[in-house]
């Protein structure tokens, strides 16, 4: 009995299996995908926080690796943004195989993106478009290779992207598409694109390694990227070691321009303009750090070489740099002062930088660079070295020793630009040393009869947008010494005009003026310099002016007139007048007036009185030089 009820039951189970597959294979012949499209996109657009929509036909092709194609998928927008949707396919097409996800391992052989479109954006708050649910963040982002999906094969078919991020000026709109071929497992994905950035052109190549590559943990992730944006181009070939992370990032960069500037809104470092320029080197990115070392390239006619590196996490980037240039073309640090390096503007005969200080650039990130140059090439001007100590702290810039080599001499001292306000506030107070004025001439036709020794002092505030408001705004001194030495008389005579004559030189054979103390004093007052002191003393004349320098306009009203120190008449002592603009001056003999016979000791006891204000300044500036000093006493001698 009990063997008979045992194939009752078998007979009776065997049944209902046949049953259950006829009904089965009754369903999968007549089933529908597409009766689940709406339960689809119901629970994705839940997952991700909006909606999800698939407007064209679903198809699902079952077996164990099954295929899953959906058509017209559109993904929607957050309600800040400016267009509905985010993305949109003409068709996905997905293989799966069913059997590792009982194990929650999830294999992808093949994923097929057909005419994507892909709109990336941010507003100006900072929140990003592509921010989706917490649940749906921790399925698409995964933050280790090992948890990204395995994808054997990705094709993407004329697509695509845009990315928008307003706050920073950004606007991007490129094709994108992947080339693939081989063995999966070594292919390399190819990205190519085009479109705009801030204005620019730009395009960019990719090629990195597969996506099987990308989850193995053990060796580093290769990829090659070459982009141009404008006449910026880069380079950056390497590996890296978590590139969900841009962690352990080991990559050659090269890069080269017409200006560094435009590398600003890059990567946010804040340089001024600049000469082409080509560089490259080694760039590494752990942690906060991201270092560029081994540098090495030019800057116009400067060679540059050394290393920096960007610490980000704080509230602002932090720039520590360490450079160094063998051969430094002085013309190649006109975008420091304001200037415009390298570019032919219309003929004009100012002189003074008028380039605005870009604020933002100053506040957006805090430096610490130390510069040599070790020679330093200026037209004219033989300069043997530069060293320069640079900081920026919350838009308060500081050239910190700010040192020239300069013919012997130096000329040294701290400047100051504070950015920290809409208005730029900034101060100079820079000495000039021991420069020998012999040396300072020496390529021109005036050094053979040219000697002495030059000190003086800066020492300026102002304030306004660009170095010439800052100069036009400007008060504090300025003051410049020779002790001892000549002048050429080629230099009055390069004016047209025969200015030695006129201030009565007596020359010596060699077209010489030989020069006890040439002292040249000047306080400064919104701009406008006025002498209190203009003094130059020879063995018979002391030539003595006065008048203003409007630095505000670039105009100059100066006038010297000449006091013999022999009471014997002298046939010719006109006044000689310099006007005109800085860039252009004038200078013109004042022959219906002659200058007083006799009165040395009337210009001494008027003019030369502020001398006295100048002795703490003789000896670190001239040393043992005394020649200035007796001057000076013969000033406050009793008349």
Known sequence: MATRAMRILAWIGGGLAVLVLLVAGFFVVIFDWNWLRSPIESRAGGAVGRGVAIEGNLDVDLGRVTRIRAERVRVGNPPWTRDPEMARFEAIEIAIRLWPLLSGRVELPDVKLIHPTVALEKNRAGEANWQFSTTAAKVAAPEKRSQFPIIERLVIEDGQLAYRDPASGIHIDSRIHTAVGGDPAHEKVRLSGQGSFKGEPARFNVEAGSLLTLRETKE?????????????????????????????????????????????????IPLPPTRPYSISGKLRHDGPNWTFSEARGKVGDSDLSGGLTVVTGGERPILRANLLSKRLALADLAGFIGARPGEKDKPTDRVLPDHP???????????????????????????????????????????????????????????????????????????????????????????????????????????????????????????????????????????????????????????????????????????????????????????????????????????????????????????????????????????????????????????????????????????????????????????
């Open 220 to 268: 580093p992730y290769p990829i090659l990227v070459e982009a141009a944006i404008g006449a910026t181009r880069a380079k950056a070939e390497g590996t890296i070691d978590e590139p969900l992370k841009m962690a352990g990032v080991y990559l050659d960069l090269a890069l080269s321009g017409q200006d560094m500037a435009a590398v600003f809104p890059l990567f946010g």
């Open 357 to 639: 200080v870009n604020l933002d650039k100053l506040r957006a990130m805090d430096v610490d660079v130390r510069f040599k140059g070790q020679r330093v090439e200026a037209p004219g001007l033989p300069m043997d070295g530069l060293e320069a100590d640079l900081t920026i702290q919350d838009g308060l810039a500081r050239l910190d020793p700010l040192a020239f080599a300069i013919a012997q001499g130096t000329f040294a001292g701290t400047v100051v630009l504070d950015g920290r306000q809409n208005i730029p506030q900034a101060s100079m107070n820079m000495t000039i040393s021991r420069m020998d004025l012999h040396r300072f001439l020496a390529n021109t036709r005036f050094g053979p009869e040219t000697s002495g020794t030059l000190a003086g002092k800066l020492e300026l505030a102002g304030q306004g947008r660009s170095t010439a408001e800052l100069l036009a705004a400007a008060h504090g001194r300025a003051t410049l010494m020779m002790s001892g030495g000549s002048l050429s008389a080629l230099l009055m005579e390069a004016a047209g005009l025969d200015v030695a004559e006129a201030l009565g030189f007596a020359l010596s054979e060699d077209k010489r003026v030989p020069v006890r103390c040439l002292v040249a004093d000047f306080a400064v007052t919104q701009g406008n310099a006025k002498a209190q002191a203009l003094v130059l003393d020879t063995a018979d004349t002391v030539i003595t002016g006065g008048g203003t320098i409007d630095l505000g306009n670039e105009h100059m009203n100066l006038r010297l007139e000449a006091h013999p120190k022999d009471p014997s008449p002298l046939s010719v002592r006109a006044p000689v007048e310099i006007g005109g603009r800085l860039g252009k001056p004038k200078v013109t003999i004042d022959a219906k007036t002659q200058a007083a016979r006799g009165g040395l000791a009337i210009a001494l006891g008027a003019l030369l009185t502020p001398l006295a204000a100048l002795i703490p300044f003789l000896e670190p500036g001239l040393g043992e030089d005394r020649d200035c000093g007796q001057l000076i006493q013969q000033a406050q001698a009793p008349r």
